[in-house]
């Protein structure tokens, strides 16, 4: 389980696959100074709902991986949050969807 630490403690802990994707899509927008939000479901053992957080890129940020090997990323799953970037709604985290198409 990874961590993006964000500010000063604000923690958002994710498996490693999907923090690996999150991070080339976030790190893509804070390179342009481009200011976002990131929407995610609540775990299933946290109350039912979903968080947003809006990234800024003069707000620290680190990303923290247990595993030591970065994953080989699915490029239809990083086009799709990318897509989701650079809407008004900013990136929702959804599912990998493996050997499926991304949704236009």
């Avoid at 080339?24 to 299933?44: G, Q």
């Avoid at 709604?89 to 969807?97: A, D, F, N, T």
């Amino acid at each position: 389980m990874g961590t993006i630490h964000y500010g000063s403690g604000m923690d958002i802990h994710v498996d490693d696959r999907t923090l690996a994707h999150l991070k080339v899509a976030i790190i893509t927008k804070l390179r342009r100074n481009e200011s976002f939000t990131l929407s995610w479901p609540h775990p299933d053992d946290h109350p039912e709902g979903r968080s947003t957080l809006w990234f800024h890129p003069a707000v620290p940020l680190r990303f923290v991986f247990d595993e030591p090997d970065a994953p080989e990323l699915n490029r239809d799953w990083l086009e799709q949050l990318m897509r989701s970037a650079n809407s008004t709604g900013g990136i929702e985290l959804v599912p990998e969807q493996i050997g499926t198409p991304p949704s236009a």
